[in-house]
């Protein structure tokens, strides 16, 4: 027996979870500690994805969605965990509350960059009263023509925002609590959770990894030497219309030669890439954490093409790159969530000059159909996700040809219209198609 299929043996057989009582993993303890150092200027690591569609004539029947919510909570713990403990003792307890649905008519948000959002999510979730998720759906003015009053009023947009802390789930969970939500608005039968093991037990007992990352090399900063001192981060979407093939080799393509034509500082640009570690055992079903980060590099003087990123992400696979667990990294789980926070984090310390590991972030969560994210009245038209603002951070996602892509930053790698710049290159990049 090979390595990978002995080690998954080793692993708890998959079978339905209704119930979650174990340690927070590393990975976990370190989202949750994001944003508790009274000095962070990063108020959490949550994972928003919010879709924009319309709604039929009868709108949101609140207590039907509700329903819908707190049956996918049943079947699926990861939504409805609570933090008890602290420190090497921290660990979840699903007995919190389901996600609970919040309604917002005449919402100005327009959904294109950060500008608003904030405002609109409000309070943070709170992991230790059990609120790690919630869903909102919004409902934009419905908005006259101009000088035309003979014909109808433009349909309001409609927004479903499903929030999550990033301690509970990550992008691949959020997007099976999204399905499972949906699948209950239409009335059909939910899959719920089977994973009776973590992130960490399937690095320690799956497939080895034998790709590894130079972690003495320097690598460039993307935009430039910070500038300015605006605290926080913001972020734009682009639309790209689809098809888009090889969009992931060719976005980290596209980052590496910005990085070269406009980052400073010797060394490489390294892409990190989040790998998602459900592939290794394919019937996984779960909301929870199971991500590895991957890295590709690229030489501040190499024109690497298309084809040449795609070799290294390959490589980056066969070499099961993203199964980084590493046993000293469980010493994070002995410090205080605070002191993470101040070692990690961005804050006021060292906001120009964080502590960072790669040039820039890119993740593709990949193209759905429409009709996985419709139900209870809405019909889903688009699909994107909410970057992460401490470093340069591009994500991407789609739905039936329909590509939308946010870019992130800090305000200080942002200003002097470097973030408008970085975002028209990705764009004719894309748009290109060469």
């Given at each position: 027996m090979d390595r990978l299929a002995s080690g998954l043996a080793a692993l708890p057989a998959l079978a339905p979870v209704r119930q979650i009582r174990r340690p927070l993993t590393v990975s976990e303890y370190y989202h949750a500690a994001i944003g508790r150092h009274p000095q962070s200027h990063v108020s959490?690591?949550?994972?928003?994805?919010?879709?924009?569609?319309?709604?039929?004539?009868?709108?949101?029947?609140?207590?039907c969605w509700q329903v819908a919510l707190d049956a996918v909570a049943e079947v699926n713990p990861g939504a409805r965990l609570r933090l008890?403990?602290?420190?090497?003792?921290?660990?979840?307890?699903?007995?919190?509350?389901?996600?609970?649905?919040?309604?917002?008519?005449d919402c100005s948000w327009s959904g294109d960059s950060s500008d608003g959002l904030a405002a609109l999510l409000g309070e943070q979730l709170d992991l230790e009263q059990g609120r790690v998720a919630e869903v909102i759906v919004t409902r934009s003015p419905q908005t006259q023509r101009p000088e035309q009053t003979q014909v109808p009023s433009?349909?309001?947009?409609?927004?479903?925002?499903?929030?999550?802390?990033?301690?509970?789930?990550?992008?691949?969970?959020?997007?099976?609590?999204?399905?499972?939500?949906?699948?209950?608005?239409?009335?059909?039968?939910?899959?719920?959770?089977?994973?009776?093991?973590?992130?960490?037990?399937?690095?320690?007992?799956?497939?080895?990894?034998?790709?590894l990352m130079d972690r003495q090399a320097r690598f460039m900063s993307l935009m430039g030497a910070p500038q300015g001192d605006e605290r926080g981060g913001l972020w734009q979407r682009l639309r790209v219309a689809g098809p888009q093939p090889n969009l992931l080799p060719r976005l980290a393509g596209a980052l590496a030669d910005y990085g070269r034509q406009h980052g400073t500082g010797a060394g490489l640009v390294r892409i990190g890439i989040p790998g998602n570690l459900r592939r290794h055992v394919p019937e996984l079903l779960t909301t929870m954490n199971f991500a590895g980060m991957t890295y590709v590099?690229?030489?501040?003087?190499?024109?690497?093409?298309?084809?040449?990123?795609?070799?290294r992400l390959n490589l980056l696979r066969e070499g099961n790159?993203?199964?980084?667990?590493?046993?000293?990294?469980?010493?994070?789980?002995?410090?205080p969530f605070a002191w993470v926070d101040r070692l990690i984090s961005v804050n006021e310390t060292n906001y120009r000059t964080p502590n960072l590991h790669e040039s820039a972030i890119?993740?593709?969560?990949g193209s759905f159909k429409k009709a996985l994210f419709s139900g209870g009245g809405f019909t889903a038209e688009r699909m994107c996700c909410v970057p992460q603002l401490e470093n340069v951070f591009v994500a991407v996602s789609g739905l039936q040809g329909h590509f939308d892509i946010t870019v992130g930053m800090p305000r200080v790698l942002a200003s002097g219209g470097r973030m408008a710049q970085l975002c028209a290159f990705l764009q004719q990049a894309l748009e290109s198609r060469d």
């Open positions: 959490s690591h949550d994972v928003v994805i919010f879709l924009e569609g319309t709604l039929g004539t009868a709108g949101v029947d609140q207590g008890v403990g602290r420190r090497q003792r921290a660990s979840w307890c699903s007995d919190g509350l389901p996600p609970q649905l919040r309604l917002i008519e433009l349909a309001p947009t409609v927004r479903v925002i499903f929030r999550a802390s990033h301690a509970a789930m990550d992008g691949m969970g959020t997007l099976h609590l999204m399905q499972e939500v949906f699948r209950a608005l239409r009335g059909e039968p939910l899959l719920g959770s089977n994973a009776t093991f973590t992130d960490t037990d399937l690095m320690r007992h799956g497939p080895a990894r034998t790709v590099d690229v030489a501040c003087h190499e024109d690497a093409g298309i084809a040449a990123i795609k070799e790159a993203e199964m980084n667990y590493r046993r000293r990294f469980e010493l994070i789980r002995y410090l890119l993740t593709v969560l």
